[in-house]
């Protein structure tokens, strides 16, 4: 390829953009936030307007953090020396159920840091490649010759409008993006849009804590309330010596503004980790608030027609329920299903069918993941699918035992971190295992940890 043309320049974009080095001689990133090293949001601390949830906590899962070492080798290492922390499973990263501690296993290490600076240094080292360039635009349609896209028009920094050629073009605009109006003006079909309402609310802190014993990098909290909704926190150590403490909560138990409030829900939380941060915790100023209304996936698989010389990446393709954190790690699994399409040498003048059937797969198990514990919250209604009752009855088996039994708690985290199909807790020995390690706990012969 000449030139490949990548719409977005957040996580999915980056790391698009870095896989597209290898293969066209030229990949020019259209970012409508100016994110170049000098400019307005080019640092390493600030959330910029483009990438709103970047104020909210971001973690970096198991799955995400070794494909971007696989692509940007050594990413990992240098954001722990630039003050991140890397959390491993089997120590320090603590998951509470009703305040119950889980049985801690495994060796699987996660990232801990503020969602700007992780973007940052991802920018740093994929514009490190000689061969990829940013351009501050704004994307406003893409143009077509015949049964092709050839390029995208954009508005420059002045405001003028332009068209950028390109023999691949990857929108990477996120979940808001515009590709069904663009597909439709050139008078494709547009994909079908699914969504699942949550109507889930987030508020994130920054912290400062006197250095002392905190006994875990990141902790996680999962509480279950009364009527059948769910509180979730997160809290985790960042660069900068500061921790970033989330609550979250769905409908009208959404956290409110205030730091006052913020720290009353901390109290609130079962989990000891929580308590412990709202006696010692100081506030660097104030919560930020982040609703997330839903779900959505664009099923461009279904589509009968479809251009050639385009392929969507990340949001743009799917973006879930954010509690499960796989929004990032997906974005790289989409990186990996590019670099396949572009490895199995299929004529660029020919639809990417074989690209979207690919990422569907990746899509599929995430959305199960995130889907089926939605449709389990008593204010998300359907449609719930077939089958649904029973699974969601072993998935609740498999989340008790994963409490007091190591094996179960190492599987659910291998799903959970994306290294391993949600198909995989639904083995019968699996289910087996968890059947018995609850009957064990329930009957008094294995203590839950605390
Ligand atoms: C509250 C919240 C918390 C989350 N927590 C986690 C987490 O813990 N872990 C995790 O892995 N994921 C998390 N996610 C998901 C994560 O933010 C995204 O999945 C990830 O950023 C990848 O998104 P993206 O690059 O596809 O899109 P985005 O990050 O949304 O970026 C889209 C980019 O396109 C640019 N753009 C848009 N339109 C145009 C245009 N017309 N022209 C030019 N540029 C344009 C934007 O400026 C932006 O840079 C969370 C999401 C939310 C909402």
């Known amino acids: 390829m000449r030139r490949a043309a990548v719409l977005g320049g957040s996580i999915a974009g980056l790391l698009a953009a870095r896989v597209l080095s290898d293969h066209a001689d030229e990949v020019v990133v259209l970012e409508r936030d100016d994110v170049a090293p000098a400019g307005d949001f080019g640092g390493d601390r600030e ?13 970096l899962l198991d799955a995400g953090r070794r494909r971007i070492d696989h692509w940007l080798p050594g990413f990992a290492t240098e954001l722990v020396a630039a003050g991140a922390a890397l959390a491993d499973t089997g120590t320090d990263v603590h998951s509470f159920l009703d305040g119950r501690r889980k049985v801690l296993t495994g060796d ?16 740093r080292r994929v514009l490190a490649f000689d061969n990829v360039r940013l351009v501050n635009g704004r994307v406003r349609g893409l143009a077509f010759t015949g049964d092709r896209v050839s390029g995208v028009r954009y508005a420059d920094a002045a405001d003028a409008e332009d068209v950028l050629t390109a023999d691949l073009v990857v929108d990477a605009t996120g979940r808001a993006s515009r590709i069904g109006t663009w597909l439709r003006e050139g008078g494709w079909p547009e994909p079908g849009m699914r969504r699942m309402p949550v109507d889930l609310g987030y508020a994130t802190a920054l912290f400062r804590r006197p250095a002392g014993p905190h006994d875990a990098t990141l ?6 309330l009364p009527d059948g909704r769910l509180r979730l926190g997160t809290l985790g150590r960042v660069e900068g010596d500061r921790w970033v403490v989330l609550v979250a909560g769905y409908a009208d138990d959404r956290p409110g503004r205030g730091v006052e409030e913020f720290l009353l829900r901390c109290k609130e939380d079962p989990a000891a980790p929580f308590r412990q941060l709202a006696e010692d915790g100081e506030p660097i100023g104030e919560p930020v608030t982040y609703r997330h209304p839903d779900n959505r996936r664009r099923d461009f698989h279904l589509l009968d027609r479809f251009p050639a010389g385009l392929v969507a990446v990340g949001d743009t393709l799917a973006s879930f329920n954010p509690i499960y954190g796989q929004g990032m790690s997906s974005a790289t699994s989409h990186a990996s299903c590019l670099a396949t399409y572009l490895e199995s040498g299929q004529s660029p003048r020919d639809p990417a069918w074989s690209y979207f059937r690919q990422a569907r797969t990746v899509v599929d198990d995430a959305w199960q993941t995130s889907a089926l514990n939605d449709l389990k919250l008593p204010h998300v209604t359907g449609p719930r699918p077939r089958g649904f009752t029973v699974a969601s009855r072993l998935s609740d088996l498999i989340v008790r035992a994963s409490v007091t039994d190591p ?3 190492r599987r659910f985290l291998d799903v959970m971190h994306m290294r391993s199909s949600a ?20 009957t008094g012969r294995v203590d839950a940890a605390v």
């Open 108 to 123: 699987i290490e996660m990232v801990s840091a503020t969602r700007p600076f992780l973007e940052a240094h991802l920018r």
């Open 407 to 409: 094996v179960i708690h």
């Open 219 to 224: 902790a996680q909290s999962l509480a279950n």
């Open 423 to 442: 198909k995989t807790l639904m083995r019968p020995g699996t289910l087996l295992r968890a059947a018995w390690a609850t009957r064990q706990r329930d």
């Open 47 to 59: 959330p910029r307007p483009g990438v709103p949830q970047g104020t909210q906590m971001h973690a």
